[in-house]
């Protein structure tokens, strides 16, 4: 289970994990599930344009997540926001349907794109998923506290001079950037699961910012590493486990915030 | 009139049956998810009705594997997922993207599950484009009773809860107040909205029957105010997409790249998002001669976070 190319699907894996529980905490704190769907989604689009024109999948992947991204940002600004998401989305999709129509051989191509074939990785995929993953917490700290602010706080964050439309578009880049690094290895599947479920349990636990984001990371990391095990035991794909770790380990949070809401009885509930 | 027609409607058109079925379910789906997505859009559960049409992959798998037909997954599997939604509390506003997002990826991981078992086990990977993009000519006219009886249970949910419905889409503290059962009216609701997706998901595939729901009506919404106004243009532009859509496949087996045809799904989507983005038009320029008339800005934009 650690040796050959399992190697790699451990290392892969547990990147992915790290960089989706911390863009995952700002995900669930802005309320962009939606959005964290609809990137990567969509832009499995780009991946089957790359591949019918014969270009690298990781720039149909970058270009698509990028453009998708830009488009909710500001479709969203004009009209409501989850309606151009799923506009959007539904649009690249579209595309995506359009060119896998053009070329025949395409079909466990997309089973993988969709779900994750995190344990075919090979080991040139480790360098290009490590650097942008890399370059992605890079952003996240950069814009840590000003988008902590315009995230919680956003009245107070537009009298400080951070602009929301700004905070917004530039998030969304971010998770473009995620979406680029984690789709070709994970599938859009398994990255919405972590990025969502981790953070969501986290939050349950404890109502801290810093330690809520690296319990989120904990938790994501727990969810891949016990997902592959238990793909490498069963054969079966690892996007499954990873879905259903994600909602048990939410449920869990829940069930313990629950109960420390009852025995803080009196007190309102912050989550 | 045929001669003077044939450029448009390529020859052979009107003589399908393929086509007949898929012009008449087209219209009727695209009537049902016109009139729901109307309240899809006005109560801002469009991530619902995303999570619906995806998680309709994961029954649309179940059903390929025990050999029935999709369309009995796509409805078994919505309202199993509707019902988990509502458990975990998608009526409140704050955390509602939360908990449609965590059934989405379980149920998601289940569908991963299910195409695994299916394809691994019949060597056959076909479904997954089928159940994904779906494919409005394969329809076969056994499937029609059935989609007709969910259209009328969607159509008959909706319009028996309307008044209702719209207060408490609008309002719904003012609705509570008024002794309307706000949380009924939003169950039912949500069951409407789970079979329509189903309908949408039988027509162009699960992962963009989005497109049918939210499009038009939010297309209508920009257009019009007046909510039953709404209905009918949402209606009239989801046909009108659906039938375009259908003539363009029909006629693009002739465009290159030769032999094949480019799916509906696509174009049915791309003049969904046309439509939403003209509507948009006469918008602006009312805000921007709004904005000229009077130096500070008048429209505050809702924000529909969280």
């Known amino acids: 289970m650690f040796s050959g190319f399992m190697v790699n699907a451990w290392e892969v894996a547990s990147i992915v994990a790290v960089v989706a529980g911390i863009v995952g905490f700002f995900t669930v704190m802005r309320g962009s599930a939606f959005a964290a769907h609809a990137i990567p989604n969509g832009s499995f689009a780009g991946a089957a344009g790359a591949i019918l024109i014969g270009a690298s999948t990781l720039i149909g992947l970058g270009v698509f997540s990028l453009g998708g991204a830009m488009t909710i940002g500001l479709l969203g600004r004009k009209g409501r926001h989850d309606v151009a998401t799923a506009l959007t989305l539904v649009a690249m999709l579209a595309l995506g349907a359009l060119f896998l129509s053009f070329s025949v051989e395409y079909a466990p191509e997309v089973y993988s794109l969709l779900f994750g074939e995190v344990l075919g990785i090979s080991p040139n995929e480790i360098a290009p998923t490590a650097i942008l993953g890399a370059l992605c917490i890079l952003a996240i700290a950069i814009l840590c ?38 789709v070709p290895v994970v599938g859009t599947l398994l990255i919405f699961s972590l990025m969502i479920g981790a953070p969501a349990a986290a939050r349950s636990f404890t109502d801290r910012p810093l330690v809520a984001m690296g319990l989120s990371v904990a938790i994501a990391l727990l969810t891949v590493w016990v997902a592959i095990a238990a793909s490498y035991e069963t054969n079966y794909p690892v996007g499954f486990f990873v879905g259903a770790g994600s909602a048990t380990s939410y449920t869990i949070g829940r069930v313990c915030a629950a109960w420390r809401n009852r025995r803080t009885a009196g007190l309102p509930s912050v989550t | 009139m045929s001669h003077f027609l044939s450029p448009v409607f390529a020859s052979g058109f009107f003589e399908s049956e393929a086509v007949h079925i898929a012009l008449a379910v087209g219209a009727l789906v695209a009537v049902v998810t016109g009139v729901v997505g109307v309240f899809t859009v006005m109560r801002g559960q469009s991530f619902a009705g995303e999570a619906f049409g995806d998680l309709g992959t994961t029954g649309g798998a179940g059903a390929y594997l025990v050999g029935v037909g999709p369309l009995w997954g796509f409805v078994l599997g919505n309202v199993i997922a509707a019902g988990a939604m509502e458990a975990i509390g998608v009526q409140r506003a704050r955390g509602r993207d939360l908990a449609t997002g965590i059934v989405l990826g379980a149920g998601l991981g289940l569908a991963a599950l299910l195409l695994h078992l299916y394809t691994t086990g019949h060597s056959a990977t076909g479904a997954t484009v089928t159940i994904l993009f779906g494919s409005v000519f394969a329809i076969s006219s056994t499937t029609i009773p059935l989609i007709v009886l969910l259209g009328a249970i969607v159509l008959a949910i909706t319009l028996t809860i309307y008044r209702p419905l719209l207060l408490s889409s609008v309002n719904a503290e003012m609705a509570s107040a008024r002794g309307i059962p706000v949380r009924l009216v939003g169950v039912l609701y949500l069951l409407a909205l789970a079979l329509a997706a189903a309908l949408a998901a039988i027509t162009i595939g699960t992962i963009l029957s989005t497109a049918l729901i939210v499009g038009p009506a939010a297309s209508a919404l920009r257009i019009t105010r007046r909510p039953l106004t709404a209905l009918l243009t949402a209606a009239g532009i989801g046909v009108a997409a659906m039938w375009l859509g259908i003539v363009l496949a029909y006629d693009s087996y002739h465009w290159p790249p030769h032999g094949t045809i480019w799916p509906v799904s696509f174009f049915v989507v791309t003049l969904v998002f046309i439509t939403y983005l003209l509507s948009g038009l006469p918008e602006a320029r009312r805000r921007r001669r709004a904005d000229r008339r009077s130096s500070a800005s008048l429209v505050a934009q809702p924000t529909t976070t969280s």
């Open chain 1, 145 to 182: 506290r000003p988008l902590m602010l315009s995230s919680l706080l956003p009245e107070v964050g537009e009298a400080r001079g951070i602009s929301g439309l700004r905070m917004e578009m530039l998030f969304l880049a971010v998770l473009a950037l995620t979406t680029t690094m984690t």
